[in-house]
């Protein structure tokens, strides 16, 4: 991942991102003498996410963002001392004042690494007040970034090696940390890029985006572009009417695909003119506006073409409704046709981008042999994790002052294995 620029860390994760509880046990830990004493605890889950049979680790990196700069402000003391008993010794707000995690030393796996259930995640030691404060913001670092890390992992090898996947889910996102966190870690499981500028900002995401309908649909086809002139690629002579030169090619590509020359929608053929004036470089069509063989096909490949004349190259287009693999394959031979016929060979190889409410099993319909999408965004199936809403993380005291600590519960499941670990992976012989 590139280098993130995100100085002041997640903007939400703060020591008071926290449960009361841990206030409350961290004044009863001070209050017994025992703030200090030396304890570990273990961050892990439990169970597999989505029925799989891995998980990966993720969260790290703001984990660390988030302990290098623990301190509680004066406004935090405040605000415990509010909600404390009236009558707690100003001593222990003193002593809040000071705490920082210089002394606490954590264990985790490596970001991205596979996981599994009962292994930690992170193994945190030091003085028991501090590490018992850091419980609840360390489990929201940990578990929605390797949940959602492992949903797009899942994903991925769903889509297959040469598919490009684009995260697209921040308006769908449980607000904006969460559009954040889903961006970067969806980045981390395998996806391509994201559509979330912040994310590259902050975190170095590739971002990916073209136009909405709304662009498309703003143009009735009266609008006249106050400068409709193109230089050609090279650089060299004078410039050309992309719109008019878009009009003769029009006439040429309905006439080949047996289409009345008034059917594309001018508004649509405007949009995209517009579109490639400003990107001519990167000229790409939203094509399900209107219709896609009657409008959107025909006016892409006119203004495409007349690009191509120019030097350019468009670099493709997207579908966002209807059956997305049939649509896809029929446009690819259009692709074909018109680039036979018209002896444009790149033509035959602009990208076909696709979108609308994919999940696993559109995915595998859109990633099977022989299918002809190239670009798959995902939103709301990736950043919501609606297969699995949580990881369930959990973080166990397993030691304290070196002695052995265990949970024994009613519920045997809840049990937790005492004492510090190390953990291992053994392959066997066919390295599984």
């Known amino acids: 991942m590139a280098a993130e620029q995100d100085p002041e860390g997640r903007a939400a994760a703060r020591p008071l991102l926290t449960d009361l509880y841990q206030a409350t046990m961290a004044l009863g830990y001070w209050r017994a003498g025992r703030a200090r004493d030396a304890a570990e605890f273990e961050l892990f889950f439990r169970r597999c996410p989505f029925g799989g049979a891995f998980a990966l680790a993720a969260g790290l990196r703001d984990c660390v963002r988030f302990l290098r700069a623990f301190r509680l402000r004066d406004a935090d003391v405040q605000f415990l001392a509010s909600v404390l008993p009236p009558d707690t010794d100003p001593a222990f707000f003193e002593h809040l004042r000071a705490l920082d995690c210089s002394e606490v030393t954590v264990r985790a796996l490596p970001e991205g690494s596979l996981a599994f259930p009962g292994v930690p995640l992170l193994q945190v030691s030091g003085p028991l007040l501090v590490v018992q404060l850091l419980e609840t913001p360390l489990l929201c670092l940990v578990s929605y970034a390797s949940l959602v890390a492992t949903n797009a992992a899942r994903l991925r090898l769903i889509a297959g090696p040469e598919k490009r996947l684009l995260e697209m889910g921040l308006r769908r996102a449980q607000g904006p940390d969460g559009g954040l966190t889903a961006s970067t870690y969806?980045?981390?499981?395998?996806?391509?890029?994201?559509?979330?500028?912040?994310?590259?900002?902050?975190?170095?995401?590739?971002?990916?985006?073209?136009?909405?309908?709304?662009?498309?649909?703003?143009?009735?086809?009266?609008?006249?572009?106050?400068?409709?002139?193109?230089?050609?690629?090279?650089?060299e002579g004078p410039g050309v009417d992309l719109a008019a030169k878009a009009q003769v090619w029009l006439e040429r590509v309905c006439a080949h695909l047996g289409l009345g020359v008034q059917e594309p929608h001018p508004g649509e053929r405007a949009a995209f003119v517009a579109y490639a004036l400003a990107f001519p470089r990167a000229f790409q069509g939203l094509l399900d506006s209107y219709s896609v063989r009657r409008s959107g096909l025909p006016n892409f490949l006119a203004v495409s073409l007349a690009l191509g004349e120019l030097g350019y190259r468009a670099v493709g287009v997207r579908l966002d409704s209807g059956d997305l693999l049939q649509q896809a394959q029929e446009i690819r031979q259009v692709f074909r046709t018109?680039?036979?016929?018209?002896?444009?060979?790149?033509?035959?190889?602009?990208?076909?981008?696709?979108?609308?409410?994919?999940?696993?099993?559109?995915?595998?319909?859109?990633?099977?042999?022989?299918?002809?999408?190239?670009?798959?965004?995902?939103?709301?199936?990736?950043?919501?994790?609606?297969?699995?809403?949580?990881?369930?993380?959990?973080?166990?005291?397993?030691?304290?002052?070196?002695?052995?600590?265990?949970?024994?519960?009613?519920?045997?499941?809840?049990?937790?294995?005492?004492?510090?670990?190390?953990?291992?992976?053994l392959l066997g012989s066919d390295a599984v």
């Open 338 to 425: 018109i680039a036979a016929q018209f002896q444009v060979p790149w033509l035959e190889s602009v990208s076909i981008a696709v979108s609308n409410n994919i999940d696993e099993e559109a995915l595998m319909q859109l990633a099977q042999e022989g299918s002809e999408v190239n670009v798959i965004g995902i939103g709301t199936s990736v950043v919501t994790c609606p297969q699995q809403p949580s990881l369930g993380c959990v973080y166990k005291l397993v030691a304290v002052g070196g002695q052995p600590r265990m949970k024994l519960t009613e519920d045997p499941e809840k049990q937790t294995l005492p004492g510090s670990k190390a953990a291992f992976r």
């Open 186 to 235: 969806s980045y981390l499981g395998g996806f391509d890029s994201s559509s979330n500028v912040l994310a590259g900002q902050l975190r170095g995401v590739p971002v990916a985006g073209t136009l909405a309908h709304s662009f498309v649909t703003s143009f009735s086809g009266s609008e006249l572009p106050p400068d409709p002139m193109l230089v050609p690629a090279a650089g």
